[in-house]
């Protein structure tokens, strides 16, 4: 494709955590609708929203209310609206929700939906964390609410690029990073809900490196706002795009509601690759022992 605009949503989620399950998500998919639309119209042909993208970060807390706002994928009503929506603006929509399958299974999902509207598949977060953030009783405890991630590491095949997908706390871990870029990933979207204070120093330095290790493209997307009535933190968005020599293409605000427009050019990634050439130098033949410790 040569220059792909990418579209990076960040927005804070102002209902308060007491509110029916119905009442967040109606207030946020409108919004994020909203913003999709504006990334649309500046050009964006893939968008990425961020974790869990319609209701608070919920997982600072364990209550089984939360468990009503998981929906299937792709039947569920979420999925569909947006594959409405991908196919009325020609987008590709990178669309993280909370999954159910079966009776009482629940993950932690990104649905990939290409710019005619098709599902095209879906991944699940495999690094699933539980430890403590903030004061009191606050934290990531998503273990509580998802199983790991059973699908492996897809790469989808859209309109635009090849697109692959990590979630959240997955950035921590590089083996799942360059297993997406082995199996042709352009971009990699890493829509995430972290807080200051947690891991923002690592914010700007694992998600280059994953991008320069792996010649990809990185989109990072991070939610704005302290969430009431947890306050367990401030989410401290910087949304931002990063090429695959580490350089910052585009960064959003620390606090605001935002669209973020980089541009990603596909001829760089085969200029990188040849010049580091870290696929052809790899030595998978001696890293057996690694899965064994």
């Known amino acids: 494709m040569g ?7 960040q927005a804070s989620h102002a209902v308060e955590g007491s509110a029916p399950v119905e009442n967040h998500k109606e207030a946020a998919i409108e919004k994020h609708i909203s913003l999709v639309r504006e990334a649309a119209a500046r050009g964006a042909q893939i968008i990425g929203l961020q974790e869990v993208f319609y209701g608070p970060y ?17 039947e569920g009503p979420t999925t569909r609206r947006f594959q409405v929506l991908a196919k009325e603006l020609g987008v590709v929509i990178i669309l993280p929700v909370y ?39 606050n934290g990531f405890w998503e273990k509580y609410y ?8 897809p790469v989808f095949d859209t309109a635009y690029a090849k697109v692959g997908v990590y979630i959240c706390y997955d950035r921590h871990f590089p083996e799942g990073a360059r297993l997406l870029g082995l199996a042709g990933a352009e971009i990699v979207f890493n829509p995430s809900a972290t807080v200051a204070g947690t891991s923002e120093y690592l914010w700007k330095l694992e998600q280059p490196a994953h991008a320069v290790a792996n010649g990809y493209y990185v989109a990072a997307i991070n939610r704005v706002g302290v969430e009431a009535p ?21 960064m959003g605000s620390r606090d605001q509601d935002e669209v973020v427009i980089g541009e990603m050019d596909t001829e760089m990634i085969r200029e990188v690759r040849n010049v580091w050439q870290f696929y052809r130098d790899r030595r998978p033949e001696t890293y057996e022992h690694l899965v064994n410790l």
Not at 99 to 124: M, Q
């Open 146 to 153: 998802f199983r790991p991630g059973n699908l492996g590491y």
């Open 58 to 74: 919920f997982c600072t807390e364990q209550n089984p209310k939360w468990y009503a706002s998981a929906e299937l994928v792709p």
């Open 3 to 9: 220059k792909v605009s990418i579209g990076l949503i």
């Open 230 to 250: 947890w306050n367990m933190g401030e989410f401290y968005g910087q949304s931002y795009l990063v090429d695959p020599r580490g350089r910052m293409v585009a």
């Open 99 to 137: 999954e159910v399958e079966g009776i009482a299974s629940y993950y932690n999902t990104a649905a990939v939906i290409d710019a005619d509207g098709s599902y095209l598949g879906k991944y699940r977060k495999h690094h699933i964390p539980h430890v403590e953030a903030g004061e009191g009783t």
